[in-house]
């Protein structure tokens, strides 16, 4: 999967888009859809609420590219745009709402509904979509920023709200979680002996 900021847009389709051509327009959509969807997918587990995400995030992007200042950060002024968007999402009531009542999952495998963009064996992909949804919403997007989005404890605290160490034991516990996940009943040694 592609992070956002790593995305390459010519700077003449910037350019343009900005200036309101559609055709440079379309070519920033088909070049940032794929990365914009798996970030905010994988922010909010459901494929149903990460397709409303999207489309409001894309909706503002191109509402407010006439905006956009800096260019070269296109990348992440979109991620920012898409993280807020999908934090607002998990902070709100009615999703709180929605969690104690119907679980995330694909009706036809039970599982979460995988992403294209991911490059691993099925097998693999499955692993992974499973021990991320074992996850609470907050601890899978705390994971997700921090190792593949790349942001810092502060960036997360702050988006988020929070102090960093709330960031940081998120992390810790998550980390926990998925090791569990992958290496179960494992009878590890601690690092000093009792």
């Not at 343009?16 to 990365?35: K, N, V």
Request: hydrophobic share 40%; with cysteine.
């Amino acid at each position: 999967m592609t992070r956002l900021c790593d995305i390459s847009v010519p700077d003449d389709v910037v350019g343009r888009a900005c200036d309101g051509d559609s055709r440079a327009q379309a070519q920033l959509y088909e070049l940032l859809s794929p990365a914009v969807f798996g970030l905010i997918r994988r922010l909010v587990g459901s494929r149903a609420v990460a397709e409303d995400l999207f489309q409001d995030t894309m909706m503002t992007v191109f509402g407010h590219l006439h905006v956009l200042r800096n260019r070269d950060a296109l990348g992440a002024w979109v991620r920012q745009i898409a993280v807020s968007r999908a934090l607002m999402y998990l902070r709100s009531p009615w999703h709180r709402a929605r969690l104690s009542l119907t679980p995330d999952t694909d009706e036809e495998t039970g599982l979460p509904e995988l992403s294209d963009t991911v490059s691993a064996p099925l097998a693999e992909r499955y692993d992974l979509e499973r021990a991320l949804a074992s996850l609470s919403p907050t601890a899978r997007a705390v994971v997700w920023l921090y190792e593949v989005e790349g942001y810092t404890h502060e960036e997360i605290a702050r988006a988020f709200g929070r102090s960093i160490s709330f960031s940081k034991s998120q992390l810790a516990r998550a980390h926990r979680r998925l090791r569990e996940w992958f290496e179960p009943g494992s009878t590890r040694q601690p690092c000093t002996p009792i």
